[in-house]
């Protein structure tokens, strides 16, 4: 759902004191000790170093990547024919010098398996190649990778039972969908992709991480995604339940779920960068935290099509920035978009840093659930239509409310997500999952 973008600024190198925090010249960074990926300039990696293997054709028998070179993408590269691409820890993918087609993708489809087993200390990095050229003059920027891609044979909500994955062409190999709810894609953990995306045309783009009618035993945990082009995540039908994802400053939406995808998400943080890139439709923003549809129009205009999309999600944290004015052009529109049939479970979580903090957008609120759950919005009521909902907690300011979160603002000093109380993703008592692996400072 991207539409305009403008480049997104990076890092600059900035003489301060270590101990006190790392700066750029758009924001303050993270000096918290609770993240421990902090740099001070926007460097190219240690694997710039590093021999580089370009990839161009489909893989089609089992195939390892190792973290001895640096493995390039041309085109768009398939896994099929029940073959497995294993990457080892500490490897990094970047994709070649961009074309007019959708270029840097790789899809594991349906009849294809991934095992990308990264670990805290050596996670697997999809990047630009512009930090893996060895040449500090060139930066990273949304659209420099194209995205990773799994499809699988779980239900998806469409009449035939199957769909074309969006932003790709119209061939049978990057179709999904099916009848396994047991469907094993492979596993996919501890894995960062950065400036992913492609826009093939309005609402037809490529997201940081797609994945397509994928079933329920596929593994996907510790998953960042950052400053891509158009969605962090996004679900298509299915129910596979990933855990310890993280969504950073990406153009549309953080989280997306379509077509019927009912898995189960825990531990989970949205968070906004209010000088990243914000997608616009109709000259108005359309960039959410969450967005959720049941369908779309064109394939029920009554968005009744079943299974409906109904995820439960649990412990997350779903950040916009601490007053309206701190986000560039159109900023953000919504933290949870319900909309076009959509229903939710949502538990123990917090939305917080948006002028609306969850919209039922034409869909019936008996149908979705919410526990523990509190939102804070710039104005009020922070959930519309105007109501009480059971299970959640609603307030209203011009200053967003941390709701218990030590320092939640990606955009102010000393990021700290732990929270107080059993709400968000790093809840009172609970380990820093997100140590080592992950990256706040660009």
Not at 86 to 109: E, M
Not at 291 to 308: H, I, M, R, V, Y
Not at 350 to 378: K, Q, R
Request: glycine letters at 10%; proline letters at 4%; aromatic letters at 10%.
């Amino acid at each position: 759902m991207n539409k305009n973008m403008k480049n997104l600024k990076t890092l600059c190198a900035v003489a301060l004191l270590a101990a006190i925090t790392a700066t750029s010249c758009k924001k303050d960074g993270d000096n918290s000790a609770n993240f421990a990926n902090r740099s001070t300039a926007a460097a190219d990696y240690a694997a710039s170093t590093l021999p580089v293997t370009t990839v161009s054709s489909d893989i089609t028998t089992n195939t390892t990547w190792d973290a001895g070179h640096v493995w390039e993408i041309s085109g768009i590269v398939t896994v099929s024919n029940g073959a497995t691409l294993t990457i080892a820890p500490g490897t990094f993918i970047k994709a070649s010098v961009n074309t007019s087609a959708a270029n840097g993708v790789l899809v594991i489809g349906k009849d294809g398996f991934i095992n990308a087993i990264g670990t805290a200390a050596s996670p697997i990095v999809f990047t630009s190649r512009n930090l893996l050229d060895n040449n500090a003059a060139t930066v990273g920027k949304p659209g420099d990778f194209g995205g990773v891609i799994i499809l699988g044979n779980d239900t998806v909500n469409t009449v035939s039972g199957s769909k074309l994955i969006e932003g790709l062409p119209n061939e049978p190999k990057f179709t999904y969908g099916g009848k396994s709810v047991t469907d094993n894609r492979g596993t996919f953990q501890y894995v960062r992709i950065e400036y992913a995306g492609y826009i093939l045309a309005e609402n037809i783009e490529v997201n940081g991480l797609t994945l397509g009618g994928v079933g329920k035993e596929t593994i996907v945990d510790h998953v960042q995604v950052s400053y891509g082009l158009d969605d962090g995540f996004e679900f298509f039908g299915g129910s596979v339940s990933p855990s310890y994802l993280i969504a950073l400053g990406n153009d549309d939406d953080q989280f997306d779920f379509d077509n019927g995808y009912n898995g189960t998400i825990s531990f989970a943080i949205a968070l906004a960068d209010g000088n990243s890139t914000h997608s616009v439709s109709g000259g108005a923003s359309d960039s959410n935290g969450i967005e959720s549809d049941n369908n779309a129009p064109a394939e029920d205009p009554a968005f009744a099509l079943t299974p409906k999309t109904h995820p439960i999600l649990n412990n997350f944290s779903v950040i916009g920035t601490q007053t309206a004015s701190v986000a560039t052009g159109l900023g953000y529109k919504f933290g949870y978009r319900n909309r076009r049939g959509a229903e939710v479970t949502l538990n123990n979580s917090i939305i917080t840093g948006f002028t609306t903090a969850f919209n039922f957008d034409g869909t019936t609120p008996s149908l979705s659930s919410f526990t523990n759950t509190a939102v804070n919005s710039f104005v009020s009521p922070a959930v519309l239509p105007a109501g009480t909902y059971a299970g959640i907690a609603q307030t209203s300011s011009a200053t967003a409310s941390t709701l218990t979160i030590t320092q939640p603002w990606f955009n102010s000093a000393n990021l700290n997500l732990a929270a107080t109380s059993n709400r968000g993703a790093r809840p009172t008592g609970s380990a820093n999952w997100t140590a080592t692996w992950s990256k706040f400072v660009y």
